[in-house]
């Protein structure tokens, strides 16, 4: 089945620095990729996706690209603020009509002010 | 937040007692999922609907039962509660309008003592 892995699972910069989470996936199928942004306590809520049929796609200081030849997909969060401090999770999408999604690990955010 | 409420919010129970959690959705939507999520695992699927009646099995679903036997309620049932479950449990739904996009209930924190 797919398997979605994430790195780092930690990673710490500093205020208005950039910041790149990477993921790979293993089935060639997965069409869809979303992230989600997870505050301490809070329920995780999408920030930004991207389907197969695009490269990359950005939202004002957040941007994903897509390599699906190397079957990987990035975040990338520029001019970090503290407020961007949460864990980020990446997820694939199962094929079957399931809908279904698979989530990788997660990566803890923090960002210094 | 997309319509999806989750109750109660925080359970403690004991060993071997039954449990059901619930997820209500307003908007109609024909998938719903069951998560949970413990660290260092990130969002781990228990059970998936979708439609009435229409359920199938996630990739922790041992010790777990779902029901819908409506549009917006998607039950999760711990027959036996056991200490391995003490975890938070995340309903989500899948909405907008391509499909895939996954919403997220406040979630349930389920501490089984």
């Known amino acids: 089945g797919e398997n979605v892995e994430q790195h780092p699972s930690t990673l710490s910069v500093q205020e208005g620095d950039s910041a790149v989470i990477k993921c790979t996936y293993s089935?060639?199928?997965?069409?869809?990729f979303p992230w989600y942004k997870q505050e301490l306590g809070k329920r995780p809520q999408l920030i930004i996706d991207?389907?197969?049929?695009?490269g990359e796609k950005k939202d004002q200081r957040i941007a994903v690209t897509l390599n699906k030849t190397a079957k990987h997909f990035s975040l990338h969060i520029t001019e970090t603020q503290p407020e961007d401090s949460a864990v980020y999770f990446c997820a694939a999408s199962l094929q079957g009509g399931s809908e279904k999604l698979v989530f990788g690990k997660g990566t803890k955010l923090t960002v210094n002010p | 937040d997309a319509g999806i409420t989750q109750s109660p919010r925080h359970k403690v129970t004991e060993t071997g007692t039954p449990v059901t959690l619930r997820c209500h959705q307003t908007?109609?939507?024909?998938?719903m999922y069951w998560y949970r999520q413990d660290p260092g695992h990130g969002l781990r699927l228990i059970h998936y609907s979708y439609g009435v009646k229409d359920t199938d099995k996630g990739e922790v679903s041992d010790g777990y039962s779902v029901s819908r036997s409506k549009t917006e309620d998607f039950l999760l049932t711990l027959e036996s509660a056991t200490s391995s479950q003490t975890s938070v449990y995340f309903c989500?739904?899948?909405?907008?309008?391509?499909?895939?996009?996954?919403?997220f209930g406040p979630g349930t924190r389920l501490t089984v003592l």
């Open positions: 908007e109609n939507h024909r998938y």
């Open positions: 991207i389907r197969s049929n695009v």
């Open positions: 989500a739904i899948n909405g907008g309008t391509s499909h895939n996009e996954q919403f």
């Open positions: 089935d060639s199928a997965s069409n869809y």
